[in-house]
């Protein structure tokens, strides 16, 4: 039996406005420490998940078991608890949408879906080895997943999605505990270069004594992994419909404006080739591609239905519904894409700077004031002073406290070739995501402290 065919099963047990989504995640991950394997996991899951909508409040349940009287049951749990909700008056979800065709697109691999162990020991046998070609030992882990998703609902919706995705991270360290970072993620897992990965981390493991610089605001070059985390936070805070629609987003009243430097082009393009592309989103809405910051001027925000709802004035769900009946948190891009500029690396981005700041990637980054965007957090795995133009001496890692709109509002360049940047931390159904982007050079960055 399909997962279209289970998803069926399911919706006839249902009563008014329903909406069944089978997924099945099958995965494979090996973990390591010290250049030798710690820990393999091996997933392969379908799980039933039923939203039920009554009155405009959604209720759901899911299951694992198949047996008919489960199924029965699990519609049932998801029909009791949208009852239960609608007690409270009318809700604010405006009803399931009808059928309309999605885009096709190219994120599924065979070779990747086959989930080869292989694959993962060439990965990291070549990362061992280059690593300890430094002088430096391994850290780190490889990822493939393979997610199918069938959607069956009361108003007609009949869509079957596929995805695949590899992600490596490495973090190299010598004896003393300084390290260096390297990610990269694809549609394919056969692109994922241990050793081409080990070395970018070995380069970016400081060298000699560890410098400090005193808090103020310096010039910064950012590269694509502390860009892309930055972008994250703006896509939750800036881009989100629902946060928006209830007046808490640093954009509202302020489409239209410029936010952000004219050299900034971000959108939301599922079916650019180095995303992770999907075909809809939660609530069977095909994805759409959304232009957010247009030559540093505020566009759009991205919605799913129920904050589309809530924001009125003709607003409509733009495909990037995270749960069915609209996640709690509301929506978010989750294929961001920065446009890349024309500079033709760190060097060249470097090159302008007197006396500046080289940040590898941001780490234990948290929220400080929604509205203006604001974040705290530390620099890690490669902080250089860059003087004269140079990428230079390291430093001790630092802290930061700056708004996400600020430096976009202060980018003088970009780098010419964006990559794809993920986090790759799957936890609970696997959701593959990340952001295209590239390095930039950005004026008056905040740093508020450093390490001891």
Not at 44 to 50: I, K, Q
Not at 358 to 373: F, G, K, S
Request: some cysteine; charged content about 20%; hydrophobic content about 45%.
């Amino acid at each position: 039996m399909s997962d279209l065919d289970l998803a069926e099963r399911v919706l006839a047990h249902t009563r008014g406005e329903a909406l069944v989504t089978v997924t099945r995640e099958r995965s494979l991950s090996t973990r390591f420490a010290r250049s030798a394997p710690t820990q393999a996991t091996a997933v392969d899951d379908t799980t039933v998940e039923v939203l039920c909508l009554r009155d405009g409040h959604p209720g759901l349940a899911s299951t694992n078991r198949f047996a008919e009287d489960e199924l029965r049951a699990v519609a049932a749990r998801a029909e009791a608890a949208a009852v239960a909700a609608a007690v409270a008056g009318p809700g604010d979800h405006p009803g399931l949408p009808a059928p309309a065709p999605a885009r096709t697109h190219d994120g599924w691999d065979p070779g990747t879906a086959t989930l080869e162990p292989a694959r993962a020991g060439d990965a990291l046998r070549s990362a061992f080895a280059a690593a300890a070609e430094r002088g430096l030992q391994a850290f780190g882990i490889w990822s493939a997943g393979a997610v199918e998703t069938a959607l069956a609902s009361s108003t007609g919706i009949r869509a079957v999605d596929r995805v695949t995705d590899g992600f490596m991270r490495i973090v190299c360290r010598d004896g003393d505990g300084r390290s260096g970072y390297a990610s990269a993620a694809s549609v394919s897992s056969a692109g994922l270069d241990g050793a081409a990965l080990a070395a970018r981390a070995g380069a970016h493991v400081p060298r000699g004594a560890l410098g400090e610089l005193a808090s103020g605001a310096y010039p910064v070059v950012l590269e694509a992994e502390a860009v892309a985390t930055l972008l994250d936070f703006a896509g939750w805070l800036a881009f989100n419909g629902l946060s928006y629609a209830e007046e808490r987003s640093p954009l509202t009243g302020r489409l239209g404006q410029r936010v952000a430097a004219a050299a900034v082009n971000l959108s939301d393009s599922p079916r650019m080739p180095r995303t992770l592309p999907r075909a809809f989103d939660a609530e069977g809405v095909p994805k759409q591609p959304v232009p957010l910051i247009q030559d540093g001027v505020a566009h759009r925000v991205v919605h799913d239905l129920r904050s589309a709802a809530r924001a009125g004035a003709g607003a409509a769900s733009t495909g990037h519904a995270l749960a069915p009946g609209g996640g709690p948190y509301g929506p978010v891009p989750t294929n961001l894409v920065l446009v890349g500029g024309g500079a033709t690396g760190v060097d060249e981005l470097a090159a302008p700077i007197e006396r500046g700041i080289y940040v590898t990637r941001l780490w234990y980054v948290n929220v400080v004031h929604e509205r203006q965007t604001l974040l705290t957090g530390m620099t890690r795995d490669g902080t250089y002073l860059i003087e004269d133009g140079r990428i230079g001496r390291p430093l001790k890692d630092l802290r930061f406290t700056d708004s996400i709109l600020r430096i976009l509002g202060a980018v003088q360049a970009l780098d010419a070739t964006p990559r794809l940047v993920s986090e790759g931390d799957f936890y609970g159904r696997r959701f593959a995501s990340g952001v295209v982007c590239p390095a930039l050079r950005a004026d008056g960055f905040r740093i508020t402290g450093a390490t001891r």
